[in-house]
């Protein structure tokens, strides 16, 4: 019988897997640490690893380089689960050692299943019940054993959203406590329980096939776990952006919760900065996330653009040549194809009076330069996902 450790913190989704792969004919543990994992790797011997990155105690790039750098370990398989939107984090999994990274909203326990057998091999169902699993809704050993996901998803998406209401609750009482910290040492404390829930919530969205959801909350959570990595960055844009996200999970959770595929819905983006650079940045950010977008440095030729397409969303800078961006969000208001299409205005002025004519020329939102790529990813989602949701009046 092959033998699969699983080190995930998730314990929800950790048992998910394991209730899978055991009825399948796999002996699996769990592990919830960075730590834990490493020496259960030691004692246990498994034939398989599926490591989460986002680990408390060890993180799992360094579980992956302690793994390797042991020769016992040297061809052993290593199952990476990541962030979708932590790529960064998986570069460095791929750098140290691993078999195989997944996105963890994408990996149903089918998948999981296909994996192992491609990988290790081993596996054949057994007839017995799956063991009782703590938070996970009950599923008939067919279902399981069956190798088709649709009704266990079906159920545990049922519960998942039952839960909702309770979880929109944990998650604004862990932004106030965040707000009122006035301390570096408690605004960290406070982000990392912010992560922790919305981690949660991204693996659940996930497994229960709720797109919006899963891709939004994985997005926040990787714009959580950078301000806890690099406190420099927390400051008041990110702060706002953070707020504003959390804020959108109660739309989201009245408006994503029919079941799709796990892709984003296609958009197109109008980047508009006189600068070269800034674009590109802009650009660039957005296509790491598979957001489509058009770029132009001139706002009369961005003008233009607006006048003949429509667009989901449209980044604006402030001082630009000939036509400030106050200016041509007033102009692209006049449009009737842009009436209520976001504008994100994204400059170096971050003064309140700054923010407050932004507002006043029609802005929806502000984003201050220097950003971090996935604070613009946040926006940008938060914007196109309320567009693509919104329904029809």
């Given at each position: 019988m092959k033998k699969i450790l699983i080190i995930e913190d998730d314990q929800i989704i950790a048992n998910v897997y394991r209730n899978k792969l055991v009825v399948e004919g796999y002996l699996a543990e769990i592990t919830s640490d960075g730590e834990a994992g490493l020496k259960m790797t030691r004692t246990f011997q498994p034939d398989a690893i599926v490591l989460d990155l986002m680990l408390p105690k060890m993180s799992g790039v360094e579980v992956i380089k302690q793994i390797r750098g042991d020769p016992e370990f040297s061809k052993l398989p290593i199952i990476v689960l990541s962030n979708t939107y932590s790529t960064n984090l998986m570069q460095d999994a791929w750098k140290a050692g691993a078999t195989k990274c997944v996105s963890k909203i994408n990996c149903s326990p089918k998948i999981m299943l296909e994996l192992m057998r491609n990988v290790i091999g081993g596996g054949e169902a057994i007839s017995h019940a799956p063991p009782k699993v703590e938070g996970v809704p009950a599923t008939k050993p067919a279902q399981v054993a069956g190798?088709?996901?649709a009704e266990f998803q079906a159920e545990f998406r049922k519960t998942f959203i039952a839960g909702l209401p309770a979880t929109l609750t944990v998650l604004r009482t862990a932004l106030q406590s965040l707000v009122k910290a006035d301390t570096e040492v408690a605004r960290l404390e406070h982000i990392h329980e912010l992560y922790s829930r919305i981690n949660a919530v991204s693996s659940n969205a996930g497994l229960a096939g709720l797109v919006a959801i899963a891709h939004m909350a994985a997005a926040l959570e990787a714009l959580l776990k950078e301000l806890c990595e690099k406190p420099?960055?927390?400051?008041?844009?990110?702060?706002?952006?953070?707020?504003?996200?959390?804020?959108f999970f109660d739309f989201l959770f009245d408006h994503g919760t029919r079941p799709e595929k796990l892709e984003l819905p296609p958009a197109s983006i109008l980047v508009v900065d006189d600068e070269a650079l800034a674009c590109r940045t802009i650009t660039y950010a957005l296509k790491k996330v598979k957001l489509q977008s058009v770029s132009v440095e001139d706002p009369n030729a961005a003008f233009k653009l607006l006048s003949e397409n429509q667009y989901d969303l449209v980044f604006l800078d402030v001082d630009m040549p000939g036509m400030t961006g106050y200016e041509l969000c007033n102009k692209l208001r006049s449009l009737p194809m842009h009436k209520k299409t976001p504008?994100?205005?994204c400059t170096r002025l971050d003064d309140f009076n700054s923010r407050t004519k932004s507002t006043m020329a029609g802005g929806n939102d502000f984003i201050a330069k220097p950003f971090l790529f996935i604070e613009l990813t946040v926006k940008a989602l938060i914007h196109v996902l309320r567009g693509k949701l919104q329904p029809a009046k």
């Open positions: 190798g088709t996901d420099k960055n927390i400051n008041a844009s990110t702060l706002r952006t953070v707020a504003t996200a959390v804020d504008v994100v205005f």
